[in-house]
Nanobody
Framework: QLQLVESGGGLVQPGGSLRLSCAASRFTLNYYAIGWFRQAPGKEREGVSCISGSGGRTNLADSVKGRFTISRDLAKNTVYLQMNSLKPEDTAIYYC??????????????????WGQGTQVTVSS
């Protein structure tokens, strides 16, 4: 079974930055697309970003374009979400998830089959 472990969340002031990590084990990133999602209290899960298995295709939600960047380190088998210019509305639990085929880079939660447990991001002064 695939394993995904998120880390890097925390409390940050508006305008600040955080880098989330999604460490994958029991599979290699080349064979799966990885997505980042978030869910705020009382709201539906929202797709934030994704990266294809080749790394050649990425996508960002309109709400985070220009502020967030997705990347990965194959040597560490880890995907990152760099979050800059954070806003209070970015407050949520952030999850990473895996999907096949590796070309599947979508912001729809339904295509992802394996999920991490999430990391809390709180943006507040």
């Amino acid at each position: 079974q695939l394993q995904l472990v998120e880390s890097g969340g925390g409390l940050v002031q508006p305008g600040g930055s955080l880098r989330l990590s999604c460490a994958a084990s029991r599979f290699t990133l080349n064979y799966y697309a990885i997505g980042w999602f978030r869910q705020a209290p009382g709201k539906e899960r929202e797709g934030v970003s994704c990266i294809s298995g080749s790394g050649g295709r990425t996508n960002l939600a309109d709400s985070v374009k220009g502020r967030f960047t997705i990347s990965r380190d194959l040597a560490k088998n880890t995907v990152y979400l760099q979050m800059n210019s954070l806003k209070p509305e970015d407050t949520a639990i952030y999850y990473c998830a895996a999907a096949r085929p590796p070309s599947m880079c979508a912001l729809s939660a339904g295509v992802y089959t394996d999920w991490g447990q999430g990391t809390q991001v709180t943006v507040s002064s």
